[in-house]
């Protein structure tokens, strides 16, 4: 049986008729960035490394990989271009088995200081952001396929064999010590039901896209990697386009569910946390 290492608070969203939208920019009229309202929910949590049967993608929704990288400043754009990059692009060849992978995304997180509440409410949009203290899951059955296609520039009328594509998350700490500070927490995706996941539309000037937010359902294992190291990046589903085809998508979505969370294991006076996480297309 799996040690706990306790009990931590996640931020679900509370259930609503209305549309979900999440705005990037100051949102007109002076609205809320995220019209949805939130509850926190004390969920126990487990430590990732104790499973018997290692996490995989397809057992989980997500694996650790040993993987250090050859980038001295992750900080720097060209750095990432010329290294890191690339590597992570390998590292899901040899993973998946697919013919091909590039990164289209990437971002880097920085928790400041002072260490703002881990709320879901706040953060940034700008160059460095603040950690995201909500749970949600990052592509939709519909903004899934329509990344993929703005990514391989077909148009909407043009066929699309989504059975060949799928995107893949890469998170990974850069702190120099290991992670003490706002790891993160990723539910197993088959203890999500589908009617626990809510469309919220991203809002951006001039675009939309779609992520999920999720209602809180007992049923619901969470875990995390703690002290995880620089040397070791977390990969997980984001969107299976095989899983799409084959069967009801909403019943055997890949997608593992995430958030940043407060350390259960409470360390004093702990670095803040800084992250770069990647987003990657792989096609069959």
Not at 113 to 119: F, G, I, N, S, T
Not at 154 to 179: Q, V
Not at 216 to 231: A, G, I, S, V
Request: glycine share 6%; hydrophobic share 35%; with cysteine.
């Amino acid at each position: 049986m799996l040690k706990s290492c306790g009990f931590v608070s996640m931020n679900y969203l509370e259930p609503t008729t209305e549309v979900l939208k999440t705005y990037t920019y100051d949102p007109p009229e002076g609205g809320h960035r995220f019209n949805g309202k939130l509850n926190s929910y004390r969920k126990e949590i487990f430590n990732a490394r104790d499973i018997k049967e290692p996490s995989t993608l397809n057992s989980y929704g997500f694996e650790l990989k040993h993987s250090p990288s050859k980038t001295s400043n992750f900080w720097e754009v060209e750095e990432l271009k010329k290294h890191y990059f690339p590597e992570s692009e390998e590292l899901i060849l040899q993973m998946t088995g697919a013919k091909s992978a590039f990164v289209f995304d990437h971002t880097l997180r920085r928790r400041s200081a002072d260490k703002p509440e881990l709320d879901g409410m706040g953060g940034s949009f700008s160059a460095v952001r603040e950690p995201v203290g909500r749970v949600h899951a990052d592509y939709t059955v519909t903004s899934g396929p329509e990344r993929i296609r703005s990514l391989l520039g077909i148009g909407d009328n043009a066929e699309l064999d989504l059975k060949k594509c799928a995107i893949y998350g890469l998170w990974r700490p850069i702190n120099s010590n290991p992670l003490q500070d706002a790891p993160l927490a990723l539910a197993a995706n088959f203890s999500v039901h589908p009617n626990d996941k809510v469309p919220n539309k991203i809002i951006y000037q001039d675009r939309v896209g779609e992520t999920y937010a999720l209602m809180h359902n007992q049923k619901h294992e969470w875990y995390f990697f703690p002290h995880q190291t620089k040397d070791e990046v977390i990969v997980f589903w984001h969107f299976d386009g095989l899983a799409m085809i084959q069967s009801d998508f909403e019943i055997v979505n890949r997608t593992a569910p995430h958030t940043a969370i407060e350390n259960p294991m409470l360390v004093l006076n702990a670095e803040p946390r800084e992250s770069i996480e990647l987003r990657v297309l792989a096609l069959f």
